[in-house]
C-alpha cells in the first residue's frame, strides 16, 4: 500500500527543519568567531533525487530508506555531542519490533517524531532570540509516486546530516568526524523504518534535553563578559 499523504508530510517537514537548521548554524557562527574557532558554518546544498529515464523512475523503496536511515543516525549521533556538550546522558532508545506496527505504523511514528523534534527545535530558536521559518501547510502529494518522495526524504535528510556535522565541527564539539554516513547495502523495508523511527525518536529526545537546559545556559551566557570587550549574548 502506498503512504504518498505520510510521505508528503515527512517530506514538507524535513526541508522546514533543514531551513530551520541553516539559521542555527549561521546565528552561533557569533560562537566560533568568539573562541577563534578556524572554521564557520556554511549550509550544504539540498541535491533533489533526478528521475530516471525509464521506469520506475526512482530508486527502490529499499534503496531510498537505507540512505534516509545512515543519514538520520548521523544526524542522531551529532545532537548527542550537543547533549554532551551541557553535560547531559543522551543514548538511542530501544529499537521497536517492526512486525509488531507494520509499514504503516511505523510510518505513522515516525512523521509524530519528526514533527515533534521539528517543533522543539523552534523553540529553540526562539529561546535564542531567533525567527523560525513558518510551519509547512497541511500537505497534498499531488503526481509524487511514493518512490519519488522516499528519494526527496531521503534526499533532505543527507543535507540535514551533512549540515549538522559541519556545525559540530565549527564548534569544536568533541571529536566530530566529518566523514559522510557509511554506505550500506538496501535493507528490508521495515528494519529500515524501525531503524528510522528509532533515530528520529532519538533526534527527538535529545532536542527536549537541550530546551530544558538552554534558558540556564544562556542567561550565563548573556551575563558573561569576553576579554575586556561588551558582552555577547551568544552561547558560551
Not at 576579554?227 to 551568544?234: I, L, N, Q, R, Y
Request: with cysteine; net charge negative.
Amino acid at each position: 500500500m502506498a503512504h504518498e499523504h505520510l510521505l508528503k508530510m515527512l517530506v514538507d517537514g524535513l526541508e522546514n527543519m533543514a531551513c530551520d537548521f541553516e539559521i542555527f548554524g549561521k546565528l552561533l557562527n557569533q560562537r566560533a568567531e568568539v573562541h577563534d574557532f578556524p572554521h564557520l558554518f556554511k549550509p550544504t546544498d539540498y541535491h533533489p533525487p533526478k528521475p530516471f529515464l525509464k521506469p520506475p523512475n526512482y530508486p527502490s523503496k529499499e534503496e531510498s530508506l537505507t540512505r534516509a536511515v545512515e543519514s538520520a543516525v548521523k544526524v542522531a549521533e551529532n545532537y548527542a555531542l550537543v547533549v554532551a556538550y551541557f553535560h547531559l546522558d543522551s543514548k538511542p532508545p530501544d529499537l521497536l519490533n517492526p512486525e509488531r506496527f507494520g509499514e504503516e505504523g511505523l510510518l505513522h511514528l515516525i512523521t509524530s517524531w519528526q514533527e515533534l523534534g521539528a517543533g522543539v527545535f523552534k523553540t529553540i530558536l526562539k529561546l535564542y532570540g531567533e525567527r523560525p521559518v513558518s510551519p509547512p501547510p497541511s500537505p497534498e502529494p499531488g503526481a509524487a509516486s511514493e518512490l519519488r518522495l522516499w528519494a526527496e526524504a531521503a534526499a533532505w535528510l543527507e543535507k540535514i546530516a551533512a549540515d549538522s556535522t559541519l556545525f559540530t565541527a565549527s564548534q569544536e564539539l568533541s571529536k566530530t568526524s566529518k566523514s559522510r554516513p557509511k554506505k550500506n547495502p538496501s535493507a528490508p523495508v521495515l528494519e529500515s523504518l524501525a531503524r528510522l523511527e528509532q533515530a528520529l525518536h532519538w533526534t527527538t529526545a535529545d532536542s527536549l534535553l537541550v530546551a530544558n537546559a538552554l534558558p540556564y545556559h544562556l542567561y550565563r551566557a548573556a551575563h558573561t563578559s569576553y576579554g575586556t570587550g561588551p558582552k555577547k549574548t551568544v552561547a558560551q
